[in-house]
């Protein structure tokens, strides 16, 4: 946990869950919001143009925000996260989705935050992000940035994939089935969680590689790899995808390398002091509800 603080709280840069235009009374109802507390507030082009109102390219958001907010679910904040991982802004996720593991602030609770916010009352969170690159057997390199996971697996439905996984530069083993999951601590109660994959608490420096519907018994477990370690991972006789945070796709080919590696510097995402990882595992996985 960081101790770390915002250098000022002046203006917030806002991004919107894509293809829903409807949810522009509720933007403009928590940017009163923000305004009333003194804070500006900027939007990104993209979100702008899709309910109708003036914004700024998503560079200048990002140079000009002292923090970053996703107003929809999980996704809306993964895609942020990545995107604006180069401007290093703490990240905050108003969730306007479903599940929200990582959006937590409620509609309902957003001037309650905002005083949270103002008061000092707030941590940021150094989550570990995955940095890595897709090298084509062509020789040309995809770099790309994820939260949640990196998942492998068939671009045909009920086709299954061999991945072939080194760490280090040592091959260890080959996983035979629909895929192979490589999960940060952030993405375990994503689909690292409906494989059969362990939750981990999201501040540890960890991979978790999960195997999806193994092929085999033998050695399909997961497994849990220091975030120090790099991950190497290629496929044999059939073709594959590496798909990024759930949202990125890449094709993959017999002579193509997966390169995965812990980024240098985590994602920064803004929550209130009072914040419990357990308590938000109990309500969102209802564990120890005896009527779920």
Not at 273 to 284: D, I, M, P, Q
Request: glycine share 8%.
């Amino acid at each position: 946990m960081s101790s770390q603080k915002l250098v000022q709280i002046k203006t917030a840069g806002f991004v919107l869950k894509p293809d829903a235009s409807e949810i522009k009374p509720l933007y403009e109802k928590i940017k009163e919001q923000f305004e009333a507390k003194g804070i500006s507030v900027l939007i990104g082009k993209d979100s702008a143009d899709m309910i109708g109102v003036n914004g700024v390219s998503f560079e200048k958001m990002c140079e000009e925000a002292d923090f970053l907010v996703s107003l929809g679910g999980d996704g809306t904040l993964l895609s942020l996260v990545r995107r604006s991982y180069g401007y290093h802004k703490p990240v905050v996720g108003i969730n306007a989705g479903t599940l929200g593991f990582l959006a937590d602030i409620t509609v309902d609770d957003v001037d309650n935050f905002l005083e949270v916010l103002l008061s000092g009352e707030y941590r940021v969170d150094n989550r570990m992000m995955i940095e890595g690159y897709l090298q084509k057997k062509s020789g040309d390199k995809k770099h790309f940035f994820a939260l949640n996971d990196v998942v492998i697996t068939s671009p045909f439905p009920s086709k299954m994939v061999q991945v072939n996984a080194s760490i280090d530069g040592e091959r260890f083993n080959s996983y035979r089935g629909d895929g192979l999951i490589i999960s940060t601590p952030t993405g375990s109660t994503a689909y690292n969680l409906s494989a059969g994959g362990p939750v981990m608490y999201p501040l540890t420096q960890a991979f978790i590689m999960t195997p999806v519907l193994a092929h085999s018994l033998a050695n399909q477990l997961p497994l849990v790899v220091p975030a120090d370690f790099s991950i190497e991972l290629d496929v044999e006789k059939y073709k594959a995808i590496a798909v990024i945070d759930g949202q990125e796709e890449y094709e993959m080919e017999e002579g193509d390398i997966l390169f995965i590696a812990g980024a240098k510097k985590g994602a920064k995402l803004l929550h209130k002091k009072e914040r419990n990882y357990f308590s938000v595992l109990r309500e969102k996985l209802h564990w120890g509800d005896k009527n779920w």
